[in-house]
């Protein structure tokens, strides 16, 4: 059997999972690289869903709390959201998602397996819906959300601002009714030579790549190659009306971060309106995974850091994690700006430069 994802450890996985969830045989596809580069999201997405079924069942919702630098659940996480994982499937009927009221940034996502986002509700008013087309929806004011797959997820993101106990409490009002239909997903085989073939192009970095054109709402609005990058290195991010991103990998003279050198990173002000909210948050350059740090800080949000007078933001980043707003590095990373509840058109470039490591002040 050839290689099914990204490496032995991987594969063996999703084999252990597949046995768990009922997945019979591999499908198969054809041989090709633009093939696999098609199949790349339902291979990721299968992945994430089999490993959380040996846990959980289809249809519940299980929360993360603050991720730190050990959780690998998802590729570029954002450290102060509480994320809730609800993995379903529909094919035998639509599912109900009811939601409490937050007074701040609170968000439901809904994924297929092919890694499209067919609705973002921020702070929801009325039950959702999520159901395949045809499928007979329930009477009563709801939100509707079709797939274009049976199996998907429902991905929560409620933003934590020292106020770990209210948000896991108001989790508990987070539920689906049904979803608990058929989880088997097929996932497609290929030879190892067409699989290295076309991963070297799915991770090879594109300067002038663009965030806001890296995930949609439905098949087709986003090129294959385009939304497999994007899926490689930051799954389940979401459509530009809902959040923006910039990925950031080196300072304004083009050379790389590296964690041994301090800069200063200036986020442009009005990116958001005021029912959002900005963060930045550095990665591992290695495995995109939060970075450890004595002071357990990985990012920089609307709610932690302090404007300058003209609305920007300052972020200090560098390896004794010291300076206005700072986040420590200590070893090669990158950044990943995002602009929940964006305005569309602004300009989200951020200003990089490396600078002389600052004093020791205590200033945060």
């Known amino acids: 059997m050839s290689g099914l994802l990204l490496g032995r450890r991987v594969r063996e996985l999703l084999v252990v999972a597949a046995a768990v969830a009922g997945l019979g045989g591999p499908a198969r596809a054809a041989d090709t690289v633009e093939d696999y580069i098609r199949e790349y999201p339902n291979q990721e997405q299968t992945r994430?869903?089999?490993a959380w079924l040996q846990d959980h069942q289809p249809g519940t919702f299980h929360f993360s709390g603050l991720v730190d630098p050990s959780d690998t659940t998802v590729v570029t996480p954002q450290a102060t959201v509480d994320y809730g994982y609800n993995w379903f499937s529909v094919s035998n009927g639509p599912a109900i998602i009811d939601t409490p009221q937050y007074d701040r940034f609170f968000s439901v996502s809904i994924f297929d397996m092919q890694h499209n986002v067919p609705?973002?509700?921020?702070n929801p008013e009325r039950p959702i819906v999520v159901a395949r087309p045809g499928q007979a929806i329930p009477e009563g004011d709801f939100t509707v959300v079709e797939l274009e797959t049976d199996q998907g997820l429902a991905f929560t993101r409620m933003?934590?601002?020292d106020n770990m106990e209210a948000v896991r409490e108001l989790s508990k009002a987070i539920t689906m009714t049904g979803g608990d239909g058929d989880m088997q997903r097929a996932v497609a085989t290929f030879s190892?030579?067409?699989e290295e073939e076309a991963l070297a192009l799915i991770r090879e970095r594109v300067a002038t790549s663009n965030p806001d054109a890296a995930f949609g709402k439905r098949s087709g609005d986003i090129d294959p190659l385009v939304l497999a990058r994007a899926v490689n290195l930051g799954q389940l991010g979401t459509p530009p009306d809902s959040v923006r991103y910039r990925v950031l990998f080196a300072d304004d003279s083009?050379?790389?971060?590296n964690g041994n050198d301090s800069y200063v990173l200036t986020v442009p002000a009005g990116i958001v309106h005021d029912n959002g909210y900005y963060s930045i948050t550095i990665y591992g350059r290695d495995d995109k995974a939060l970075i450890p740090n004595p002071q357990r800080r990985y990012d920089r949000t609307t709610y932690s850091s302090t404007p300058n007078d003209d609305g920007s933001y300052t972020v200090s980043l560098n390896p004794a994690g010291e300076g206005v707003n700072a986040i420590p590095t200590?070893?090669?990373f990158?950044?990943?700006l995002r602009a929940y509840v964006p305005v569309q058109g602004a300009d989200l470039t951020v200003k990089a430069e490396r600078v002389q490591a600052p004093a020791a002040t205590g200033e945060d």
């Open 48 to 50: 994430m869903m089999n």
């Open 119 to 122: 609705a973002v509700i921020v």
């Open 159 to 161: 933003v934590v601002v």
């Open 192 to 194: 190892p030579e067409v």
């Open 254 to 257: 083009g050379q790389l971060f």
């Open 330 to 332: 200590g070893e090669d």
């Open 334 to 336: 990158y950044a990943v």
